[in-house]
């Protein structure tokens, strides 16, 4: 099963060279991608992929799933999202001020 660490390594990668890019939205857009790739190592620790549902009388609760790393990734979706939103919001009425050329004063920076 070598898919899930070749997806996290991509997004953590992604994450990783857009945060090196200029420009507000696309470092919003990284921190996006580091986020799921975290989310993705949390559901990996909790091995849910082969055990059991975690309800009770569902079955043995020594193969049950551990629902723990579920609900820090919903939480951690959640708080994503609205980190993104208020971010992007930020770009937007900043006019993604990062990559503006400032014009010159006329002052004299060298002395």
């Known amino acids: 099963m070598t898919v899930l660490p070749i997806t ?4 953590v990668a ?15 857009f990284g921190i996006t991608l580091l986020s799921h790739g ?14 059991g549902e975690p309800l009770t009388g569902a079955g043995d609760p020594a193969d049950a799933g551990d629902p723990l790393p579920m609900a820090f990734v919903l ?12 971010m992007l919001a930020l ?8 990559t503006r050329h400032v014009p010159d004063t006329g002052e004299d920076h060298h002395a």
């Open 8 to 11: 996290i390594g991509i997004l």
């Open 14 to 28: 992604g994450g990783v060279y857009l945060l090196c890019q200029p420009g507000l939205v696309r470092i919003v």
């Open 38 to 51: 975290a989310n993705l190592v949390l559901l990996a620790s909790g091995v849910s992929a082969w055990r």
């Open 75 to 86: 939480t951690a979706i959640v708080i994503t999202l609205a980190v993104t939103v208020f």
């Open 91 to 98: 770009a937007r009425l900043g006019h993604d001020d990062d």
